[in-house]
């Protein structure tokens, strides 16, 4: 499999490339993409200096430039960029969420810092589906072009169109469906239904002069979906007589063998745990996870309970879903959260959010006891109908465990057949691979484990191992004569969405918001007077989120005065240079007394002579 072709080095079969560890490239280039933040222009500078980038070569007329910003080497923020003699298309735009070593940070988008400039080429937004990693960042990137055409399913744009309302954007939407065709500047799109954990999945054919591409979006092979929408194999078989050069496929579940069990398989196990619970039913899930819903509506109504949505999210999701038919409600099942108040807990349930353990959702909520609404109590059921993502297993068995402490019946993955993926296991890729029979691939959507599995089992349906493409976000593949590969990258970090702020948390930011988190903060005022040479008052210590006195910080005291006098004697008189003084006396005498600690240390100088004379108007 090829890791990179510049300048024709080839990294073969074995999945190895530059830096190994069997690493589709190895994650040599993480300091450009995504976990150290969005890259300034000198850090960028230096990354093309030391080789981490190497920038493509100028863009070849008649070729098709594919350009991931996202998705690859991660679940989530999915977003492919597809290039032909000037024109743009982009294929979804999605968020990823936040992991533990990113506090305060609400969203992280792709880097539009690639397409930026050239905005006004973008002939169209393809939207697969309508889950956030493909969806999320649709808003974010309106606002720096509001009328670039979104083309997808009826749900899917519904749900945009919610989302942009939020942000008092009005998209222009073309909705279609499987098989339907569109020109697209010079692009030929066909759409092809396939199955995922949310109705109107879409996969898109891209055609060009300079070759056919298919980028699946997310799916499985669901011979018994609820909606009896299967993935079109048919259409896609005559794609492949066509023939198809390039293959982006799904790679979430190459690793697990075998085939996913159908949707179906689920109600037995979910009529138990209803049959089983003694009091209210809490089940958390995607907000946008409408099948899932609807197989817990259908319960509930079977056992006479009521359904509450709860969560903005949920209950705008399925308002939506509800409203055109995708999904349905029995009459009289669905109360809002008022009129539950006056239910009996065992007549209840609730559908929330929260299935992957975040804080701020209505399940983290309720496991903390912070919801205002819902209480866990004794022998209540709560219900996890969500696949686990990976990276997020701490924080859901956290919350598992806090629900446990609170008496509750914990229904998961763990104990129960809960939950089928949306995504193809390998047995169902090998089978898709054999059907479209593409003459190259190029792995999409997952971690690098994932990539790699993905890339091994189209060598096994007989692709060249010299035609699967382990590409990383950023990296640019041009496919040219129907051969593809890789022939440099572009800076691709992680934009940081926090707040109102876009783009402006930086990694050093994240880096001190870690400190406080785990550290700890110290803070040293200290007076001195520079024409004199000396400190005329403190230092005065300030400390928070430590377990030490301020009294045990007295024998530094006296060193921060000896190296702040020290330094003055020998012509230093600019406070900043004296507060980095006093910030690396102290940093370092916490470390040695401290055990290596690394609170947060915020030094302040203020000079006599400067800064507190008042000055003569």
Request: proline share 5%; net charge negative.
């Amino acid at each position: 499999m090829v890791r990179n072709t510049n300048n024709s080095n080839q990294t073969k079969s074995d999945g190895r490339g530059k830096g190994g560890n069997g690493k589709a490239g190895g994650r040599q280039n993480q300091a450009r993409r995504g976990r150290k933040g969005q890259g300034s222009p000198s850090q960028v500078a230096q990354d093309i200096q030391e080789g981490r980038i190497v920038p493509p070569p100028k863009y070849r007329k008649g070729s098709m430039r594919i350009v991931p910003l996202g998705g690859l080497g991660e679940i989530g923020r999915n977003m492919n960029v597809v290039e032909y003699n000037g024109h743009i298309l982009l294929i979804d735009c999605g968020v990823l969420f936040p992991e533990e070593e990113q506090p305060g940070v609400d969203l992280i988008l792709p880097d539009f810092s690639y397409i930026r400039p050239r905005l006004d080429k973008v002939e169209a937004l393809v939207l697969t589906h309508g889950h956030e990693d493909h969806i999320g960042g649709v808003p974010y990137l309106l606002r720096e072009r509001p009328d670039i055409p979104l083309i997808g399913s009826k749900l899917t744009l519904a749900f945009v169109e919610a989302k942009c309302r939020e942000h008092h954007i009005d998209p222009i939407m073309h909705p279609v469906s499987g098989r339907d065709k569109m020109k697209v500047g010079p692009f030929n799109l066909e759409f092809i239904t396939v199955t995922h954990s949310i109705p109107d999945a879409l996969a898109v054919s891209v055609k060009t002069p300079a070759g056919h591409l298919i980028d699946t979006g997310d799916m499985k092979l669901d011979q018994l979906p609820l909606d009896h929408k299967i993935t079109d194999l048919r259409e896609f078989a005559r794609l492949g007589e066509q023939g198809v050069d390039l293959l982006m496929a799904d790679s979430t579940n190459a690793e697990v063998p075998g085939f996913v069990k159908p949707e179906t398989s689920i109600g037995p196990a979910l009529d138990k745990a209803f049959s089983d619970a003694k009091r209210k039913i809490i089940v958390a899930s995607f907000s946008s996870h409408v099948h899932r819903v609807q197989q817990v509506v259908d319960t509930a109504h079977k056992y006479g309970r009521k359904v509450v949505f709860v969560g903005r999210s949920m209950i705008r999701n399925m308002g939506i879903a509800a409203d055109l038919g995708y999904l349905h409600l029995p009459e009289n099942t669905v109360v809002d959260l008022k009129e539950s108040r006056d239910i009996q807990d065992d007549k209840l349930v609730y559908m929330c959010t929260g299935s992957q353990g975040e804080p701020m959702a209505a399940l983290g909520r309720i496991a903390d006891g912070n919801h205002p609404d819902i209480a866990i109590n004794e022998f209540d059921t709560v219900i996890l109908a969500s696949s686990l993502i990976p990276g997020n297993e701490h924080e859901v068995y956290k919350v598992i465990n806090k629900l446990a402490r609170l008496g509750a019946r914990v229904v998961n993955r763990d104990n129960a057949a809960i939950h089928v993926s949306g995504h193809s296991n390998e047995g169902e890729l090998l089978y898709f691979y054999n059907i479209v029979q593409p003459k190259c691939a190029m792995p999409i959507h997952g971690e690098n484990r994932h990539l790699i599995a993905n890339g091994l089992i189209a060598v096994k349906t007989g692709v060249d191992p010299n035609n699967v493409i382990l590409a990383e976000d950023g990296d640019v593949v041009d496919l040219y004569h129907g051969q593809a590969a890789i022939v440099g990258s572009v800076p691709c970090g992680y934009v940081y969405v926090d707040g109102d702020s876009v783009g402006e948390i930086t990694e050093d930011e994240l880096e001190k918001r870690r400190i406080l988190s785990e550290e700890g903060f110290v803070s040293s005022f200290v007076v001195v007077d520079t024409d004199k040479k000396e400190v005329v008052s403190g230092p005065k210590i300030f400390i928070n989120a430590m377990a030490e006195d301020v009294s045990d910080f007295q024998d530094v005291q006296s060193q921060i005065v000896t190296a702040l006098n020290d330094a003055m004697l020998q012509g230093t008189t600019d406070t900043y240079q004296l507060q980095q003084k006093m910030r690396r006396t102290l940093g370092s005498w916490i470390g040695r007394t401290f055990r290596r600690r690394r609170p947060m240390v915020v030094p302040v100088v203020a000079d006599l002579a400067k800064d507190l004379i008042p000055r003569n108007r």
